[in-house]
């Protein structure tokens, strides 16, 4: 089994700014985006899209993912970790490098009925995606027409597809876009001022002894945001450096099974189990559970509610060792 550490710093609360607040509905007035809490950047569509991203080392600096309100960092085979990047309050002009469909980043997509992309599948997500059980467009059908090849990079690093070729993918198949996903429940200013918990400023998640895929999180107490890294390497957007910036950091602890002889995976993410909650440099012990698909934090039996803003949620083996140091 791989074991997953996870270290924890310590570092003073500051209190020095509040979360944005969220809007109300007016007319006229952008409302707060379901997934995030804060003001939507769009109007349309309000349908969730949710693309599988490749995280190898020559897949990075990535295309979309600081405009993500959710990202999901999970194993694929071996000791590789993909994203499966979920839209709704931003639409980035170009998302990628998109990679295969798994059956669980199917799972996680239709926990907010996302319109699920990628390009390519395992055999059990190529039956589950042809079943129609998920609206879904993929680059083996598309491959040089909604999706495109970057130069820069070579295959299967180098797949790309623009939010523009996503909603014109869409209308072709007839697929819906415009219904929103079910809200998040998000703190108030007052209840993200006054969190309780062991102060932390850096984060580290490894899921196994391969360095290539830990990632590192380092609290910003100015901005009130992690930043995030990978080989030393702030995660940041290919075309113009922008960083990463993260107002929830989740870490689950969730059962792995290697299934075949490829090396895929079974990750049971129904059962529930540990989970690590990381909000204003703040870390609280919880429990997940999962609700019709989505893996929501739990403390004292009560769920626990996001501060406004990006999220990102670490899955992870099950734990054989929890460290926490300066």
Same mark, same amino acid.
């Given at each position: 089994?791989?074991?997953?550490?996870? $270290? #924890?710093?310590?570092?003073?609360?500051?209190?020095?700014? /509040?979360?944005?607040?969220?809007?109300?509905?007016?007319?006229?007035?952008? =409302? %707060?985006?379901?997934?995030?809490?804060?003001?939507?950047?769009?109007?349309? &569509?309000?349908?969730?899209?949710?693309?599988?991203?490749?995280?190898?080392?020559?897949?990075?600096? /990535?295309?979309?993912? %600081? /405009?993500?309100?959710?990202? @999901?960092? #999970?194993?694929?085979?071996?000791?590789? =970790?993909?994203?499966?990047?979920? $839209?709704?309050?931003?639409? &980035?002009?170009?998302?990628?490098?998109?990679?295969?469909?798994? /059956? @669980?980043?199917?799972?996680?997509?239709?926990?907010?009925?996302?319109?699920?992309?990628?390009?390519?599948?395992?055999?059990?997500?190529?039956?589950?995606?042809?079943?129609? =059980?998920?609206?879904?467009?993929?680059?083996?059908?598309?491959?040089?027409?909604?999706?495109?090849?970057?130069? $820069?990079?070579?295959? *299967?690093?180098?797949?790309?597809?623009?939010?523009?070729?996503?909603?014109?993918?869409?209308? +072709?198949?007839?697929?819906?876009?415009?219904?929103?996903?079910?809200?998040?429940?998000?703190?108030?200013?007052?209840?993200?001022?006054?969190?309780?918990?062991?102060?932390?400023?850096?984060?580290?998640?490894? @899921?196994?002894?391969?360095?290539?895929?830990?990632?590192?999180?380092?609290? +910003?107490?100015?901005?009130?945001? @992690?930043?995030?890294?990978?080989?030393?390497?702030?995660?940041?957007?290919?075309?113009?450096?922008?960083?990463?910036?993260?107002?929830?950091?989740? #870490?689950?602890?969730?059962?792995?099974?290697?299934?075949?002889?490829?090396?895929?995976?079974?990750?049971?993410?129904?059962?529930?189990?540990?989970?690590?909650?990381?909000?204003?440099?703040?870390?609280?012990?919880?429990?997940?559970?999962?609700? +019709?698909?989505?893996?929501? *934090?739990?403390?004292?039996?009560?769920?626990?509610?996001?501060?406004?803003?990006?999220?990102?949620?670490?899955? #992870? *083996?099950?734990? =054989?060792?929890?460290?926490?140091?300066?």
């Amino acid at each position: 089994m791989a074991t997953f550490m996870l $270290f #924890v710093a310590a570092c003073s609360k500051n209190d020095s700014q /509040q979360p944005e607040k969220q809007s109300e509905k007016q007319e006229g007035v952008k =409302t %707060s985006a379901p997934l995030t809490g804060v003001e939507a950047k769009i109007e349309s &569509p309000e349908r969730a899209v949710a693309v599988t991203i490749n995280n190898h080392s020559k897949a990075r600096p /990535q295309s979309g993912l %600081s /405009q993500a309100d959710i990202v @999901y960092e #999970v194993l694929a085979e071996g000791d590789v =970790t993909r994203f499966l990047a979920i $839209f709704q309050s931003e639409k &980035p002009e170009n998302i990628g490098p998109v990679r295969s469909a798994r /059956q @669980y980043f199917i799972d996680l997509a239709q926990g907010y009925d996302a319109l699920f992309i990628a390009h390519g599948y395992s055999p059990e997500a190529k039956k589950t995606l042809a079943s129609g =059980t998920i609206d879904n467009i993929n680059g083996i059908q598309h491959d040089g027409t909604l999706f495109k090849r970057a130069s $820069f990079r070579k295959a *299967p690093h180098n797949s790309y597809i623009t939010f523009k070729n996503i909603e014109k993918g869409a209308k +072709d198949a007839g697929y819906d876009l415009s219904k929103a996903p079910k809200p998040l429940s998000f703190l108030t200013d007052e209840e993200a001022g006054n969190l309780e918990g062991d102060a932390a400023s850096n984060v580290k998640v490894a @899921y196994s002894q391969n360095s290539t895929f830990t990632a590192e999180y380092k609290y +910003d107490a100015q901005k009130e945001k @992690y930043t995030r890294s990978s080989e030393g390497a702030e995660t940041v957007e290919y075309d113009n450096d922008k960083p990463v910036l993260l107002d929830n950091v989740i #870490v689950i602890e969730a059962a792995h099974t290697t299934k075949d002889e490829k090396g895929r995976r079974d990750i049971d993410l129904n059962s529930g189990g540990k989970a690590y909650v990381f909000q204003k440099g703040i870390m609280q012990e919880a429990e997940w559970k999962n609700e +019709d698909g989505r893996i929501l *934090p739990y403390k004292d039996g009560e769920p626990m509610k996001w501060v406004p803003g990006k999220t990102w949620i670490n899955i #992870v *083996p099950e734990m =054989t060792m929890v460290s926490f140091g300066e």
